[in-house]
């Protein structure tokens, strides 16, 4: 059984964004794209700027590790974020960056 | 100043056909080529208040716009346009020659001018401030544009707005109106001063007429204005003159749209716009009595005073 991919911010984006009420504009560094985004996405992608990690990584920041639900949305987020070159999985160092204690696969 | 007015006639066909005229538009000078004596008749109409520079001053867009050889001079003939020795369209019927010009100044802007970010996107002011009223065609935009300008507002672009990437602000670029379909009676009725070509009728975008620019517009053309309204038209029949928010985030996107070179300029393009944004108030506006919208732009004005 594969380890679940462990997720960054992809290499060369700087998250230059604007937020009014809720609603972000993001810009594209690899791709020269404005994307519409809510304020929960653009925490998202600061939180895999700070730290890759897994998508249940991410859910137990969020408190959500034991929604099902949550957690499909999550990881179609993730798929989302990473077609348009947001994110990528984490080539580098696969493996050093264990899945929290207690963390439930999403 | 020299202006096409002042050439007279005969100087302006001669430099038409021979040098090229030089024509000041905002911060732009078209070097013009033609011999074509309609086209110089209704340059000299709508063109006659802007600034002429001499033979030999730099020009940043060099136009030719020249007749059909051969056959073709008798049968169907045609209006070619070039740029720079290129020829970016297909040839028009002859009688749409001015339309062809309008156009093709409109396409030297939008796709060389790029130390501005340029929207599709008319643009008027008052006191200082300008609003910017990005729409496709077909939302009554340059309808609106005719009317504010022929109540007090000054024009600054009917098509082209140009953003200024360093602060922000709008460089005029004022050039007629132009004015497709049933939007021209509309506006001869509403505006019965104002000077107006003859109606070509089956051009691509149906039957157009161009209404020429205020001479104070013209005279103003160096003075910038500072954003403060981006307004979405649209005409509806039927529809009470009303102005809805709209979220800035969404204003950005929409307005990345309408723009020419957003993309070009890459992150430059994000800071203008996201600039932009902050710096305004943006809106949707739908409306269908022209003296409806022309009071909401007044009450506009006057909240920000």
């Not at chain 1, 137990?60 to 798929?79: I, K, M, R």
């Not at chain 2, 910038?224 to 981006?230: E, M, Q, T």
């Not at chain 2, 309408?258 to 393009?269: D, V």
Request: net charge negative; hydrophobic share 45%.
């Amino acid at each position: 059984m594969s380890s679940p991919p462990i997720w960054r911010l992809a290499p060369g984006q700087r998250l230059v964004h604007r937020c009014h009420d809720g609603e972000c504009v993001l810009f594209n560094d690899l791709t020269g794209d404005t994307h519409l985004l809510g304020q929960d996405v653009l925490d998202v992608l600061g939180a895999l700027r700070d730290m890759p990690r897994t998508a249940a990584g991410l859910a137990q920041d969020a408190g959500a590790a034991l929604d099902p639900e949550w957690c499909a949305e999550l990881d179609e987020l993730l798929a989302d974020l990473a077609a348009l070159d947001l994110i990528a999985p984490d080539l580098i160092a696969p493996g050093l960056i264990e899945p929290l204690p207690g963390t439930q696969p999403c | 100043m020299l202006t096409v007015a002042s050439l007279g006639e005969r100087e302006l066909r001669a430099r038409l056909r021979g040098p090229g005229l030089r024509l000041q538009t905002g911060p732009f000078v078209t070097c013009v080529h033609s011999p074509l004596a309609p086209l110089a008749a209704t340059l000299g109409t709508m063109y006659g208040d802007y600034p002429v520079l001499e033979e030999g001053a730099l020009a940043d867009f060099h136009v030719r716009l020249s007749g059909s050889t051969g056959l073709r001079r008798f049968l169907r003939p045609q209006v070619h346009f070039h740029y720079d020795g290129m020829a970016p369209f297909q040839p028009l019927p002859l009688d749409q020659a001015f339309p062809m010009f309008e156009w093709a100044m409109n396409w030297c802007v939008s796709s060389q001018a790029n130390s501005w970010l340029v929207i599709h996107a008319a643009v008027i002011e008052k006191d200082g401030l300008a609003a910017i009223l990005p729409a496709p065609p077909g939302s009554g935009k340059s309808t609106l544009c005719a009317a504010l300008v022929n109540r007090g507002w000054r024009l600054l672009s009917d098509e082209l707005t140009l953003v200024r990437l360093d602060d922000g602000k709008i460089d005029p670029l004022p050039r007629p109106v132009s004015l497709k379909n049933a939007s021209i009676g509309i506006i001869r009725d509403y505006a019965p001063a104002a000077a107006f070509t003859r109606p070509v009728a089956d051009t691509v975008k149906g039957t157009v007429a161009h209404m020429r620019a205020s001479s104070d517009s013209v005279a103003r053309a160096g003075q910038a204005a500072a954003p403060a309204w981006i307004v979405f038209p649209k005409w509806q029949a039927g529809a009470a003159a009303e102005l809805t928010p709209v979220p800035q985030a969404r204003a950005h996107m929409r307005l990345a749209e309408n723009a020419f070179n957003y993309s070009l300029l890459g992150e430059t393009g994000f800071h203008t716009v996201a600039r932009l944004v902050d710096e305004v108030r943006t809106f949707d506006f739908h409306y269908s009595v022209l003296d409806d919208a022309i009071a909401v732009f007044e009450r506009l004005l006057a909240e920000r005073a």
